[in-house]
């Protein structure tokens, strides 16, 4: 963050200009202060309340989508798999064109992508004790890395990492989306990405495989189910008008 990219020009605490290493970001803008001290002071107040609607149970909306989307992720796994289960082994492990060429063979990448992910998010400032089980997995050395070659085996840690994940998501904070994320894959390049978008992309891979798996089980003979979203959505009932 430089200060061309900044929003003010003066400390909203103390009226002076802004200072270079006093910077932070806001609703994904760069907003400045005087000194680290009025920064961090402006960031505490942020997380705080923060912190204070989530206790009312009034999640900020992007974190609220996130979480919705972490409950659609872990449902979908529940039902995808169980419908798995009732293949026959040769078709479940049969290439079938697929990306990464078979049901199992998906089912280990959307592992792979998930726990790459979330190890790495354990280099985060905020330090999510959530993620702390996640060091447990596989460090995964290739995209189609096959992390568990037993079906069961495979279950019991997706199962995991679901739970993981879900609890990953419910201690972030509005905050932390909008900070900068640096991390560095395998060939050593970096990346700084926003870390909410980051989070939104994770939650996001696992449905584009799962529609490449739906799609093999219909040609294997296996109804998929239902995959909508829409089927995690709450009714609700309109509130009643006031008679007239």
């Given at each position: 963050m430089t200060l061309t990219h900044c929003l003010n020009e003066t400390c909203p605490w103390s009226g002076d200009p802004v200072s270079v290493n006093a910077l932070t970001r806001y609703?994904?803008?760069?907003?400045?202060?005087?000194?680290?001290?009025?920064?961090?002071?402006?960031d505490k107040a942020i997380r705080l309340f923060d912190e204070a609607l989530e206790a009312k149970g009034q999640a900020t909306?992007?974190?609220?989508?996130?979480?919705?989307?972490?409950?659609?992720?872990s449902w979908m796994n529940q039902s995808l798999?169980?419908?798995?289960?009732?293949?026959?082994?040769?078709d479940y492990r049969k290439d079938a064109g697929a990306f990464?060429?078979?049901?199992?063979?998906?089912l280990n990448h959307i592992l792979v992508w998930d726990t790459t992910w979330l190890q790495r998010f354990t280099r985060h400032e905020q330090r999510y004790v959530?993620?702390?089980?996640i060091m447990n997995f596989p460090k995964a050395k290739s995209h189609d890395q096959i992390l568990f070659d037993e079906f069961d085996a495979?279950?019991?840690?997706?199962?995991?990492?679901?739970?993981?994940?879900?609890?990953?998501?419910?201690?972030?904070?509005?905050?932390?989306?909008?900070?900068?994320?640096?991390?560095v894959i395998s060939t050593g390049e970096s990346f700084h990405k926003p870390f909410g978008g980051m989070i939104q992309h994770l939650?996001?891979?696992?449905t584009h495989h799962r529609g490449q798996i739906t799609t093999l089980l219909s040609q294997m003979g296996v109804e998929p189910g239902i995959t909508d979203l829409l089927e995690r959505l709450?009714?609700?009932?309109?509130?009643?008008k006031d008679a007239a």
């Open positions: 609703r994904n803008q760069v907003v400045g202060f005087c000194n680290p001290g009025c920064r961090n002071k402006f909306p992007l974190k609220q989508n996130f979480l919705r989307l972490a409950d659609y992720n798999y169980a419908r798995i289960s009732t293949l026959r082994d040769a990464f060429k078979s049901v199992h063979g998906t959530s993620l702390d089980a495979l279950l019991e840690a997706r199962v995991q990492v679901d739970s993981i994940l879900e609890a990953f998501v419910r201690e972030t904070r509005e905050a932390d989306y909008e900070m900068i994320f640096t991390y939650l996001n891979h696992q709450p009714d609700l009932l309109p509130e009643p």
